[in-house]
């Protein structure tokens, strides 16, 4: 059984930033890869950035240059350091991992960056 669990997420002005965090536990020997995914309000879940491994990094377009996935291995934590955030930023952010050919999600942590 593995758990994610998110926080960092809140309330903020455009501009500002925020850093998200994910830590997994329970029975891992292995994670493959660890990303951040987002659903905003009508819209369908979306890529934000995802990290492997090897550290191999992937953003979506609309996050380049703003946006920062980084890992901890020995910790199995994720970060997303997020900075000039826009309204249209805002959504819930559900962090993912990749372990053994099985994929788990944390329960989501809300963003709201307001204009």
């Known amino acids: 059984q593995v758990q994610l669990v998110e926080s960092g997420g809140g309330l903020v002005q455009a501009g500002g930033s925020l850093r998200l965090s994910c830590a997994a536990s329970g029975t891992i020997f292995r994670i493959d890869s660890m990303g951040w995914y987002r659903q905003a309000p009508g819209k369908q879940r979306e890529l934000v950035a995802t990290?492997?491994?090897?550290?191999?990094?992937n953003y979506a377009d609309s996050v380049k240059g703003r946006f920062t996935i980084s890992r901890d291995y020995a910790k199995n934590t994720v970060y997303l350091q997020m900075n000039s955030l826009k309204p249209e930023d805002t959504a819930v952010y559900y962090c993912n991992a990749n372990i053994l050919g099985l994929t788990y999600w944390g329960q989501g942590t809300q963003v709201t960056v307001s204009s």
């Open positions: 990290i492997t491994s090897g550290g191999s990094t």
